[in-house]
């Protein structure tokens, strides 16, 4: 029999250039903060997933490293990697185990240690996550320049300016301000943006997602636990899940991510969310904005927007606080960093922190429903993961 | 100017240079993070990553590139196009595929000037990405032979060409604008 899950417990390091620390010692920050929140012994632990991309940081087997240093060794486990969405392939493979009736405890660890390899390594390393022979072998497209490619589509058809991706990224900054654990916690203005050097043409240095370092972790329950352990569960109410083509050549178009389209849809449809209106159910936010044109894209991928209107909720400022719909209160991937396998974790750390009033004043969304949605894209639109949480345990398991 | 691959092999040469006398003083390749001081090991290992891809299958497609001639695959029962080419049909699995030409014409969907380049890529000058609808549909990602934004717009007129790509000095191909 399906059974409900819940999120216990939850863990998130400061993201940033973390020289301070190895991979298993960034990881303990979050295991160790997830396992006393959800108050439960670390034996009891019946699985762990563990989200890493690597190839730019020393250790292989980063699953491993990380449990042995948190007394955890004995544990099963696997490293989960589905690009920069593997934090929410993760969760989605703990949610299984939990609801499946393999698992009652699981620990959900993500973890990116990025700094250990110079920019260029790193670019090349991304760059590389599309179709490597090709589209990189014989073109070089860097992980900027594939988001650039749909930023020069969307901004011819749709008439966007440069001014209006700066203007996703002054809001993410402005709440990255408010976030302790943001790698850039300060404010930015337009101007800043503007100036800023093209790293992909049309896409500037502010356009752009930072090379970071950090953890995130969540611990998941069943039903039956969490109502021992907890009297503020967030539950996992719907995954929806979808991939893209690997070539790029082989969309349809470059104006949206089809496989975003499609999780979202898949999303709403378990979770009972009219795809027509789902901002009349969704308190608040977090999109997958590794570029600015992909916040835009996501408000429209999601429904926040109609087709070619996304840049109109920005310039509106209807994603912030008190607007139709608040995004990326958390500063986003853009400013509050984006270690790749921890970033899905660290959407659903936040958002449960949203949900349950407790995140730092001036960027906490007013909880009307008790929904929050977390659109978490592994490389261009080639993985997509939409996962809705609430309050509210889900009608059906 | 130096390129960025110049500027990526100075870093680690300046690594080079700071751990030598750091292991003759302490004894071990000692960093300090020149921000905020924090202790480092630079990596004592090299790892040397070139691959060896299969390309016999499709084998043709790259023996056609010495001819000018940039091909796909069709499907002989549904007629797909395949570019990149791929010599299965999982719409028709039974049926098999032919080599078709693409066509030489096209026009220009996207594109993108990429500064900031990969490593691999840091000893070229800056260079244009694009992707090209042919005029059977197909669709195909290339550089384009223009860096200058102000000489590309969405929509305007490509050529397919087979060029080789140096300093490598292999056969590739590219986008060129067509004069109007």
Redesign the interface.
Known sequence: MARRVAIIGTGHSKFGVRNDVNIAELAYESIRQAIDEAGIEPGEIDFAFVSNVGGWSSEPLPAVVALEYAGLTGVGTMRVEAACSSGSAAIKAGYDAIKSGEADIVLVLGVEKMNESPTPTVVEFIGRAGNYFWEFQNFGLTFPGYYALYATAYMAKYGATEEDLCKVAVKNHYYASLNPKAQFPRKITVEHCMQSRYIAWPLKLFDCSPITDGSAAVILASEEVAKKVTDSPVWIKAIGTASGTSNLSRRTDFTHLEAARKAAAMAYKKAGIDPENPVKYIDVAEVHDCFTIAEIMAYEDLGFAKPGEGYKLIREEQTYIGGLIPVNLSGGLKAKGHPLGATGISMAVDLSRQLLGRVEKGRQAPIKNGVALAHNIGGTGHYAYVTIYSLDKPREA | MST??EQ?DM??KQLEEFTKTMKQSVGIPLVM?Q??G?A?WY?QRELKLKFL?SIEKTRKFFEALSEGKVLATKCKKTGKIY??PQVDCPDAPDSEVEWVELPKEGEL??????????????H?PD?T???ARLTNGV?????VRETD?KKL???MKVRLEVVK?EPEGYL?YELVPVEE
């Open positions: 960025q691959r990526a870093f680690f993070d921000k905020t924090v480092m990596d891809i570019f990149p969907l996207t594109y993108t000037i990429i500064n900031t380049k990969p490593y691999s890529f840091g070229y260079y990405v694009g992707i669709q195909i990602l290339a550089w934004p717009k969405v929509g790509r590739t």
